[in-house]
Structures are given as structure tokens and as C-alpha cells.
């Protein structure tokens, strides 16, 4: 018996290599994992393997390292039945084009994440994040966008889309909000701007009947923490991220990739 590793069709064709994504418990099998990174080491040249709960530095794999490159904090909350108005420098971005303001501050967003701490990935998260940007102001990757301007400048940022979240009892699913990106320029930080903008969001899904909102973040990004505590958000899980790169795969200039055999 092994675990089962789905592909990450975006990130396999934004990379150049196949990824696959891996979902275990706290308390695995070690030998179903060994195994089946055995067996996925043809298929996948990267495998995120996601472990309930904060887990050690590495765990332990076939011939490569798998290192923790993160480890995550769900919030959620549910939306009240009465919001605050949206602060009047809060304001929805409409335009279909990505300003180079919403570019900047797309990739501050990204300062902690995984992506920037693999060294093999690092040199390419900042286009992985203006990807991220340009495709949500197409409406691919997020439903809104709320900016902070304040005296002709865009110095705040945050991204929400309307997703359907199940429930494992009931086989039911409802709507919950997920906010993505979130960052205020350095020079902006500590006046409010943050709030102003998640309260934008629930805004949102006040006037959508969205019950729920979720918002994800490094255990180690403490700012962030405070703010959603100081907003109602309740912690719901934790998590830790490997990256686990499977030794022996080659790049052919004719074929690309290859794996192992």
C-alpha cells in the first residue's frame, strides 16, 4: 500500500519539470513513504509532500534530502452578519493590465515563501509571483483585487477568490473566501493598511453571502499572525511543506527533462 501523488499541472508547465503534490498524515508510514517516492521517482523530477501538523527539519527519504521549506498556519473566520464599510483609499483594481505598482507589490507578497527559500526555485520566484499577478488581474487566479492608494500611489495589495471548501462528514461543500496575496510597501507598514484591506474581503463576501474566509500563512511570519488574531481569524490547521527532488534526473537539450530509470 503507498500514498498517491497528484500531479501540479501549473507549476509543472511554469517550471519546466513535472511536479507532483503528496498529502500525509501526522503519524505516516514511513515505509509507505519510501515507497512511494520509489515508485514516483520516474514520473516527478519535484514532489511537495504536505505533513499534518510542524514536523522536523527533514524527513527522511530514498538517496535526496527532503527538506521542510515551510511551515504554514490556516486561519479562518466566519463572516459576521454586520461589516465595516470599505475605507474610501480601498479600492477595487479593475483595470486589465498589471501596473508595475501591482507587480512591485506582488512580489513583497512573496518574501517568505517556499518558493524564494529552495534554492533551486529561488531565482525564479519572483516570475513565478508576477505570473500570479498578471493572471489575477485576468480573472484566472482571483475574482477580486483590492488596492490601498493614497496620494496617487498603489501601496497596498490583497487578491480573494470564491472557492468551495468540502466537508469530509456530510460530502457537502460550501463557499469560502480565500485570500492569496497579501503586502503593504515597507514604507506604509504599521498604519492600518492590512486590516483596511482584509476588511475589504469580508466585505466581499458579506455582499456575496460567502460564509467563510480563509487565509494562509508562515508560522514564522509574525506580523501576519497578529493581524489575523487581531481581526477574529481562528487558527484551523498547521502544516509543513518538504520539497523532495528526486536524484538522477537529467536535462536533454532535444527531450528536456528525463528521469531516471
Known sequence: MTYHIH????ESAFFGFPIGSLDIPENFSQTELLETLR????RFRLVYIFRQEFGPEILESLDAPCVRCDQRISFKKTIPT????????VRAYTSTICSKQ??????KSGTMTRFKRDPELSLQYERLFLTWINNSVSGGLADCIWTWRENGKMTGLVTVRCARRGHPETGQTEREARIGMLAVDEKFRRKGIASALLNACEF???????PTAAIITQSDNVPTIALCEKLGFVQAERDSVYHYWTPGWAYDTRKGWIGHH
Open 7 to 10: 500531479p501540479v499541472d501549473w
Open 39 to 42: 515508485q514516483g521517482q520516474q
Open 82 to 89: 454586520t461589516v465595516l464599510p470599505v475605507d474610501e483609499r
Open 102 to 107: 501591482l507587480e512591485a507589490l506582488a512580489i
Open 204 to 210: 466581499w463576501c458579506h455582499s456575496l453571502d460567502i
